[in-house]
């Protein structure tokens, strides 16, 4: 049964900072492409940033610059390290597994979703 779970959103002000944690069971995290993606109220599901298999990265313009992901194939985790939050970075965060590298993301090319963690920034 492969599993993904999200943790680390919250509520935070303007300029604040999050870790957002995706830990995975049931498969390896190394051999695919994982990515963040987010949805906020009356929007599309938007890829935000992607991990591949080599280690090779690639974010939305809007946040390039202020988050980094990144992952440790030991303890089958991926992170999101989201710095300097603005208002419009709020949305649920989701966790995608088992996709392709493929800009702009695609969420049907991901197999495998989380439940999403909420994040909110305030003015």
């Known amino acids: 049964q492969v599993q993904l779970v999200e943790s680390g959103g919250g509520a935070v002000q303007a300029g604040g900072s999050l870790r957002l944690v995706c830990t995975a069971s049931?498969?390896?995290?190394?051999?695919?492409?994982m990515g963040w993606f987010r949805q906020g109220p009356g929007k599309e599901r938007e890829g935000v940033a992607v991990?591949?298999?080599?280690?090779?990265?690639a974010y939305v313009g809007s946040v390039n610059g202020r988050f980094t992901i990144s992952k440790d194939n030991l303890k089958n985790t991926l992170y999101l390290h989201m710095n300097s939050l603005k208002p419009e970075d709020t949305a649920m965060y989701y966790c995608?597994?088992?996709?392709?590298?493929?800009?702009?993301?695609?969420?049907?090319?991901?197999?495998?979703w989380g439940q999403g963690t909420q994040v909110t920034v305030s003015s």
């Open positions: 995608a597994a088992d996709g392709i590298m493929r800009w702009p993301l695609v969420p049907s090319d991901f197999n495998y």
């Open positions: 991990c591949d298999s080599h280690g090779s990265t």
């Open positions: 049931g498969y390896s995290i190394s051999s695919y492409s």
